[in-house]
């Protein structure tokens, strides 16, 4: 067995790159893009989509997709560095296109979708062109169990007709296209298979945006979505009759680590902000960084980022080698997300009042953080299903070390 945490030259070079394209054109150009945002639409698009140019023509372009892609073709450990790298900045994910939840819809389609839906699709979304939502959570039903799903869809000759409810759809306001779950079998043969997925133009008759939802972040695209009479050809039925639930799975395995890999970038920003703070700040005779109550805040940060990063890359590494990585992901998910909020809560807590202001970005960053713990898996669910295979893993072995990573400790 060999443990080696270097990288290829290669893999390196592009990290360099990552790093020097983020830092050097994306995080310059973020101040006058949160400027102009709600000044001039006209203006801010055209900074934006400038900048992605740039990433195209420096070869950042699609990190996780196949070169024939128009891609880089990294393999998730690879992965992880760039998105990290990318996270740095707010804007760094979209400059690359890689961003949620575009991210995760392109992995389905090239994983689902037939060789004329990649094309009418994919190909797109890859280019640049357009942007992509994942439909699947509705109000009246528990979200963290998709077999209550309502949404339906019914075939009336060669066309699907679906009705629901959803909300919460991140991007579907910039939408062209939407990923939608809605109920297609009756009498499943066990209740994950009732659901099926499809490919939904947009804007489409039969599919409303009611509102975007005020979060406590703001208003920032995550929409309400009523859906009526909604016909969808019988070709943009994705992945075959009743495999939603599967597919929904399949999806959310990498774009949850892709979440993660931009966490660990948050978190490392908070910390660093907190270090600096904390030497910078004078009180009762020494710097802040001199007391040992910050210095405990310091220290555990510094242990749960160390812990977050392994757990990444072990996960990565995991579907890198085809190996089962379902609940290394899920462990890094609630993991990660759990410490992006206490750290960035520490680093609020040693800025003092200037932290709880909106003076610096961790007020921002701890409101955006909230969701890591509900969206993709709330806590809970992720936590059920770990202790359901650590139990598992006792029955069939008399021991739980399968479900701790499996790692040969
Ligand atoms: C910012 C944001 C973006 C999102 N983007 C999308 C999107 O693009 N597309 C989409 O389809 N959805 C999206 N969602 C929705 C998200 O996937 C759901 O919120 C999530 O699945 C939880 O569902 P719910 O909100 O209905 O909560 P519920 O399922 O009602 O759960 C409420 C609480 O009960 C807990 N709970 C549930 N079951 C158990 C149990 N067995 N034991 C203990 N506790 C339990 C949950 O963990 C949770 O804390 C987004 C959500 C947020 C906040």
Known sequence: ????????????????????????????????????????????????????????????????????????????????????????????????????????????????????????????????????????????????????????AVLDGDTWVLNGHKWFISNAHRARFAIVIARTETDPEI???ANSAFLVDLPSDGWTEVREIETMHGGTGHSEILIENLRVPAANLLGGRGNGHLLGQYRLGPARLAHCMRWIAQAETALDMMVDRSLNRFAHGSLLADKQGVQWMIADSTMEIYQAKLMVLHAAYRIDHGLEFKSEVSMAKHFVANMLNKVIDRAIQVHGALGYSTDTPLAHMYQQARWARIADGSDEIHQMRIAQRTLAAYREHASTRTATGDLPL
């Not at 983020?22 to 101040?31: H, I, L, M, N």
């Not at 024939?68 to 073709?73: N, R």
């Open 191 to 193: 209740p994950q298979a």
């Open 1 to 152: 067995m060999s443990i080696d945490f270097t990288l290829s030259p290669e893999a390196e070079a592009i990290r360099a790159r990552v790093r020097a394209f983020v830092g050097e054109v994306v995080k310059p150009a973020e101040d006058k893009l949160q400027g102009i945002r709600d000044l001039d639409r006209a203006e801010y698009v055209t900074l934006l989509l400038s900048l992605r140019d740039q990433a195209k023509a420096a070869g950042l372009w699609l990190p996780h997709m196949p070169v024939e892609w128009g891609g880089m073709a990294l393999g998730h450990v690879e992965l992880a560095m760039v998105q990290a790298e990318a996270a740095k900045a707010y804007y760094g994910p979209f400059v690359l296109n890689c961003q949620a939840p575009d991210e995760g819809n392109m992995h389905t389609l090239l994983h689902w979708a037939d060789d004329a839906q990649k094309e009418k699709y994919l190909r797109p979304l890859c280019e640049g062109r357009v942007m992509s939502c994942f439909a699947m959570t509705e109000p009246e039903v528990a979200g963290s169990d998709p077999t209550l799903i309502q949404t339906s």
